[in-house]
């Protein structure tokens, strides 16, 4: 009998203490998202989530996290949010309940099913903002219908409804070698996948860190990156090949020998014949690309536009590879593309209001049409009409006025078969024209 009851405390104990454990974590876990939700993201966002898994490994993860933006307003979904640590300890500490300053030996935050609808407030801001960033460079582009720059438009003509993304991002160190090992993997389903990592030896925290007397410092190795097309590409091809009425091959030979400028505003660079000839290749058959390089330390972001173009790919230890075949000829120059106002109308994106209902204005069936100058300020009594805004700067930009909201006019142009949207603050308008309807006098016309 003592034995038996020494089995059942056995048994019991651990159990017991296993599922106060894991009850303890979910608290802790529903504790966190309570605390985010109230605290950070109250003011842009709503958030809501299901069920919580802990284990004690050192992974917790939630799922069908809803996120409702409160402007713009739209919905952005999570199938499951996992985040992953050595063990328990290390959990805990992340929760806010273990004072522990040692760095771990590995830890990830993994992101599944991130889905953002096509058919949305949100995609809407998006796509006005690529048209506006299109209207800037009309002209540059001469295949695509002009399309420098692919929206939520363009994706859903590919035949997307959503971008859903699985992401990966996190560290591990080797404690042996002192390495440790930055990554990220990023995928777009049924678009393309991303994987980026580096690595930096004689770093500093971990176990071995005090048996080293002089430990050496950190050093960077080369950042590798590779992007592998999940039908994205494909699409897009056979989309501007359709809207430049050509073949496929047609447009893969007539895109890669497009203009200096082309390249200077979409890639920043001017490619010389390898990268053009491989940029070909890559169209036609796209599988991937692969980059390697390496960062000395006396060279930025910031002061690499100071050397030679013919200096960089050596001085960076540049590799590229398309398809697994490298690229022996990475010639390139510089050259300066139009202006794109992208930072400003980033910044209008999320600061915006719902546009208005726009009033009617009945026409009379016999009238005649002319533009008549109106006071700027005025604009708001025009809404739906065209108009012509002439800036400071010279620029006429002439459209429909569909929309007033604070200092911006937003006039619809049709331009390459698609509509564009440009913002244009009222503080730079120097005469605005509206075009008016005045209806006809036939009695003027009868004889006396």
Same mark, same amino acid.
């Given at each position: 009998?003592?034995?038996?009851?020494?089995?059942?405390i056995?048994?019991?104990?651990p159990?017991?203490?296993?599922?106060?454990v894991?009850?303890?974590?979910?608290a802790k876990?529903?504790d966190?998202?309570?605390?985010?939700?109230?605290?950070h993201?109250?003011?842009?966002?709503?958030?809501?989530?299901?069920?919580?898994?802990?284990?004690?490994t050192?992974?917790?993860?939630?799922?069908?996290?809803?996120i409702?933006?409160?402007?713009?307003?739209?919905?952005?979904t999570?199938?499951?949010?996992i985040?992953?640590?050595?063990?328990?300890?290390?959990?805990?500490?992340?929760?806010?309940?273990?004072?522990?300053a040692?760095?771990?030996?590995?830890q990830?935050?993994?992101?599944?099913?991130?889905?953002?609808d096509?058919?949305?407030?949100?995609?809407?801001?998006?796509?006005q903002?690529?048209?506006?960033?299109?209207?800037?460079?009309?002209g540059?582009?001469?295949?695509?219908?002009?399309?420098?720059?692919?929206?939520?438009?363009?994706?859903?003509?590919?035949?997307?409804?959503?971008?859903?993304?699985?992401?990966?991002?996190?560290?591990?160190?080797?404690?042996?070698?002192?390495?440790?090992?930055?990554?990220?993997?990023?995928?777009?389903?049924?678009m393309?996948?991303?994987q980026?990592?580096?690595?930096?030896?004689g770093?500093?925290?971990?176990?071995?860190?005090?048996?080293?007397?002089?430990?050496?410092p950190v050093?960077?190795?080369?950042?590798?990156?590779?992007v592998?097309?999940?039908?994205?590409v494909?699409?897009?091809?056979?989309?501007c090949?359709?809207l430049?009425?050509?073949?496929?091959?047609?447009?893969?030979q007539?895109?890669?020998?497009?203009?200096?400028?082309?390249?200077?505003?979409?890639?920043?660079?001017?490619?010389?014949?390898?990268?053009?000839k491989?940029?070909?290749?890559?169209?036609?058959?796209p599988?991937?690309i692969?980059? &390697?390089?390496?960062?000395? =330390?006396? #060279?930025?972001?910031?002061? +690499?536009?100071?050397? %030679?173009?013919e /200096?960089?790919?050596?001085?960076l230890?540049?590799?590229?590879?398309?398809?697994?075949?490298?690229?022996?000829?990475?010639?390139?120059?510089?050259?300066?593309?139009r202006?794109?106002?992208?930072?400003?109308?980033?910044?209008?994106?999320?600061?915006?209001?719902?546009?208005p209902v726009?009033?009617?204005h009945?026409?009379?069936?016999?009238?005649?049409?002319?533009?008549?100058?109106?006071?700027?300020?005025?604009l708001?009594?025009?809404?739906?009409?065209?108009v012509?805004?002439?800036?400071?700067?010279?620029?006429?930009?002439?459209?429909?006025?569909?929309r007033?909201?604070?200092?911006i006019?937003?006039v619809?142009q &049709?331009i390459?078969?698609? =509509?564009f #949207?440009?913002q244009?603050? +009222?503080?730079?308008? %120097?005469?605005? /024209?509206?075009?008016?309807?005045?209806?006809?006098?036939?009695?003027?016309?009868?004889?006396?």
């Amino acid at each position: 009998m003592k034995i038996r009851t020494l089995l059942i405390i056995l048994i019991a104990v651990p159990l017991l203490a296993y599922g106060s454990v894991k009850l303890y974590l979910h608290a802790k876990v529903d504790d966190f998202m309570t605390h985010l939700a109230h605290h950070h993201l109250a003011p842009l966002a709503t958030l809501r989530w299901g069920a919580i898994e802990t284990s004690l490994t050192g992974e917790a993860s939630v799922h069908d996290i809803r996120i409702d933006l409160r402007h713009p307003a739209d919905t952005v979904t999570i199938e499951q949010l996992i985040y992953d640590t050595p063990n328990i300890w290390f959990l805990m500490r992340d929760l806010g309940e273990v004072n522990n300053a040692r760095i771990p030996e590995s830890q990830h935050l993994r992101v599944k099913g991130l889905r953002l609808d096509l058919y949305g407030y949100l995609t809407d801001q998006v796509e006005q903002l690529v048209n506006g960033m299109n209207l800037d460079l009309a002209g540059v582009n001469r295949l695509c219908g002009g399309r420098l720059f692919m929206g939520p438009r363009e994706l859903r003509d590919m035949g997307y409804d959503a971008i859903v993304i699985d992401a990966d991002l996190g560290f591990d160190i080797d404690t042996i070698t002192e390495e440790l090992t930055w990554s990220l993997q990023l995928a777009a389903r049924d678009m393309f996948a991303l994987q980026a990592k580096n690595t930096f030896d004689g770093f500093l925290g971990t176990p071995l860190q005090e048996l080293v007397p002089t430990p050496h410092p950190v050093r960077s190795g080369p950042w590798r990156i590779r992007v592998a097309d999940r039908d994205y590409v494909k699409r897009m091809v056979t989309y501007c090949a359709r809207l430049s009425d050509m073949g496929i091959s047609e447009y893969i030979q007539e895109e890669a020998r497009q203009p200096d400028t082309y390249f200077a505003n979409l890639w920043g660079i001017v490619p010389g014949p390898g990268l053009r000839k491989a940029y070909r290749q890559y169209l036609t058959d796209p599988r991937s690309i692969e980059v &390697s390089l390496e960062w000395p =330390e006396d #060279v930025t972001p910031e002061n +690499l536009g100071r050397f %030679r173009p013919e /200096e960089i790919p050596t001085l960076l230890a540049l590799q590229i590879r398309v398809n697994e075949q490298p690229v022996t000829d990475l010639a390139f120059r510089f050259q300066p593309g139009r202006q794109n106002r992208l930072a400003s109308r980033f910044r209008r994106l999320f600061t915006d209001e719902p546009p208005p209902v726009p009033k009617s204005h009945p026409r009379p069936r016999r009238y005649v049409e002319r533009y008549h100058p109106v006071d700027p300020t005025r604009l708001g009594d025009y809404l739906e009409h065209e108009v012509r805004l002439h800036t400071d700067k010279g620029q006429r930009r002439e459209g429909t006025l569909i929309r007033l909201s604070g200092n911006i006019a937003y006039v619809q142009q &049709s331009i390459h078969h698609g =509509e564009f #949207v440009m913002q244009v603050p +009222l503080s730079s308008v %120097r005469r605005a /024209e509206v075009l008016l309807r005045t209806p006809i006098d036939d009695s003027a016309r009868r004889a006396p």
